[in-house]
Structure formats: C-alpha cells, structure tokens
C-alpha cells in the first residue's frame, strides 16, 4: 500500500462503483462517488455471485454477509423446458471445498446494494454525494475534473466512470457506440417460495427450448424465487429495467413449458421485461486519468450471468493497478490490458450461449445436449471443466 493519500472520483454507485470505492480505500485512497439517485437503492431481482466475485467479497471482509444475504445452490443444471429432463448437474458449495475455491451464491441486487453502502458509509476515506448527475470530465490538466449538473466541478487524481450501460463518461470519451438489438426480450420476476406448487429447484438452473430459456434460483434464504425469461422476439425493443408487461403475455411466451416455470409467471406480482441489446468490445476504455468499469466499458448479456462478477473483478484489479505510486495514466493502461482480454471472452461466451439455449428442432436439441447428457452421465468432471476458465480465476491473486 502506499502512505500518499490520493484522491478518486466515481461516477455511479451500483455494485461496480460501491465495490470499486471500497477497493480503493483499502488502498490508502479517499473517495469521492457520485449517484445520480437520491438514495444508493437498486431495482430489479436476482444476481449470480460466482466464485471468482467472491474471491473479492472475502479479500474485503464481506463474504460471510453476502452468504447471509443470499442462498448458496447445490448444483449449476441444465434441464429441457418443457419436459424437465435433466441434461446436467454440477455440484456446487460442497463442504468444507467448495467449487473452485469459494462459494457460489445466489443474491437479491437490493440486498447486495444495501451491504456494500453500507460498508461504504463505514468507511472513513468514502464520501457519497447523492443526487449528483456527471455531466462529463476534463482531462486536459494531467488531473481528473467531473463536471456535475449545474455547472459544479470537483477533481481528483483519477476518475473513475463506473455508470453503467448508458455511461456518460464513455459517451465523451468514445462518442455515441450503437447497441445492436439481438432480438431477444427478457422477463425478470420473483415470487415468496411459500406462494409456489412446484418451487424450482435450489440450483443455478437453465431451462432450454426452441428460441427461448429460462433461469430459475433461489434469494433471501431460499424463500424468494427468482425467474429470468429469454424469448426471441422482434416486436418490442425497450430497454429499461423497470418497464412492466403482463402475466398474460409472459405466460404466453412460455406456453406449454414445464408447470415449475409457468406457476412461477403466474404466482408474480409484476412482470418486468426488456430488450437485451450486445455491444462489442471497445477500442479504449481510459482517457489520460479517467477510465471505464463495468456495464460502461463491457456491457454483457445475461446468458453466462458474469456481469455483476465482471465488475467486482474490474474493481478489484484497478484498485490494486493504483495502489502504489505509478503514475495514474500508467496504471489505468495496465488494468485495461489485464482486463480486455477476459472481458472480451465473457461477452463472446454469453452471445454463444444465447445461440446454444434456443435449439429449435428435434435434431439440433439432440446434437446439442446429448453428448452433454453423455458427458454428465459418465464424464462429470469435464463439464466442470469447462467452466473452471470463469470460476477458478482469481483477480486478487494476481499481484501476489
């Protein structure tokens, strides 16, 4: 660590902005993070903790209160939508070596935010400004400026642009990108365990079927269901997450599917649904003292479900490129060329898997998920080999 206080700005306060203030500090900086929200609250239902995030999570001392949060499956499965034939099951979260080094755990967003702010106003190097829309940045000084809503400017050593998947900071950096719709719309709902006949089962599990796939798991304990809903679809490209359709849609959309996910549509409250739109890997993500963290620099589709983990390993890594006495320009290229190369894998392997969920004849089903029927019948260890590429790695090791 060095004993030079230095000084960072973030743009955004979800997981990767938290996680990333919070990395920071533990490398002697003080941080400034600025949300546009009024409160450091979050929407939306479920997120998947993998391995490689949690690796993070106990570096900073958090781990024990994510399991808390969360629920820890037994398995990662692959099942058929609509007859529910297993085609695999991974275990996970064995006692006392868990897979790949660390737990698996399945948490709600609102509750992950609410322990890492948290942990945030805990710490004495960290100031939250709430309300504070980035308008953009100047870089031209060597330093960092952000430049806030009503002309207000503050600046730092660095500056952080961790605002997600519409991130202003990018768009001044790199202009307008253009998102290509992949033509698929998502369903996000969750459902009390306790209102469901058949609850799913307590694993990480993809349902597969003819243009269209399902995520079940378990929050809060194992009393809250989580169900994501992937279906191809051309007709509707809106891409916010708190836009609602109906029950009857969503039903319709999984007609005839396996009675687990069509009780779980129809046991929820809400039915939240969006366009999934793909981005390719950019070109840069830093600017002299300003670089890119997560959704801003890698968006990725859900179907590897590493967005979240992505982020915290951004955040992690960066702190640690900045922890000694380098200079900032140095240290952002150095975490930029660590971390492109992962990145841009992850996002190739989520786009894949769109492509491998959604087998639409007898035929392709059967050359697709027979040898991994096969494989997790006689061969279990290489299907979990294949994953160990994702789950094994481990960002906080990396400098040791």
Request: aromatic share 8%.
């Amino acid at each position: 660590m060095t004993s030079k206080k230095r000084h960072a700005l973030i743009a955004g306060g979800g997981i990767g902005g938290l996680t990333s203030a919070l990395c920071l500090a533990r490398q002697g900086w003080t941080v400034d993070l600025f949300e546009v929200a009024t409160s450091l609250t979050e929407v939306g239902a479920g997120l998947q903790l993998s391995p490689n995030a949690m690796k993070v999570f106990a570096v900073l001392g958090l781990a024990d209160r994510v399991a808390e949060r969360g629920f820890a499956p037994q398995a990662l499965e692959l099942r058929l939508g609509r007859s529910d034939r297993r085609v695999f099951s991974v275990p996970v979260n064995q006692h006392p070596s868990p897979a790949w080094g660390a737990p698996y755990v399945h948490i709600h967003r609102a509750d992950l935010i609410d322990l890492l702010a948290a942990a945030v106003e805990a710490s004495p190097q960290i100031t939250v400004h709430l309300g504070a829309q980035a308008t953009g940045y100047k870089a031209d000084s060597g330093r960092a400026e952000l430049i806030l809503e009503g002309k207000l400017t503050t600046e730092g050593d660095v500056l952080i642009g961790a605002d997600g998947l519409h991130s202003t900071i990018r768009k001044q950096m790199l202009g307008d990108i253009p998102a290509r719709f992949t033509g698929n719309l998502a369903w996000r709902l969750t459902v009390p365990i306790d209102r469901l006949t058949v609850p799913p089962p307590p694993t990480a599990c993809v349902w597969a079927g003819p243009g269209r796939h399902a995520v079940t798991y378990r929050l809060r304990g194992g009393t809250l269901a989580n169900f994501v809903g992937i279906v191809e679809r051309h007709d509707w490209r809106g891409e916010s997450w708190t836009e609602q359709g109906t029950k009857e849609e969503a039903l319709n959309d999984f007609r005839g599917w396996d009675s687990t996910l069509t009780d779980l549509i129809d046991k929820a409250d809400t039915h939240y649904r969006w366009a999934l739109f793909d981005r390719e890997p950019l070109g840069t993500w830093s600017d002299s003292p300003v670089t890119l963290l997560g959704d801003a620099c890698h968006p990725m589709l859900p179907f590897q479900a590493q967005g979240a983990a992505q982020s915290i390993e951004d955040a992690y890594l960066l702190a640690e490129q900045l922890g000694g006495n380098a200079p900032v320009p140095d240290a952002l290229a150095r975490y930029e060329a660590t971390r492109k190369p992962r990145t841009a894998r992850i996002q190739a392997a989520s786009r894949a898997n769109m492509k491998t969920f959604h087998k639409r004849s007898p035929a392709e089903q059967a050359a697709t998920y027979g040898p991994m029927w096969i494989a997790g019948q006689l061969l279990p260890g290489v299907v979990r080999s294949r994953l160990d590429w994702i789950y094994s790695h481990d960002v906080t090791a990396m400098d040791r």
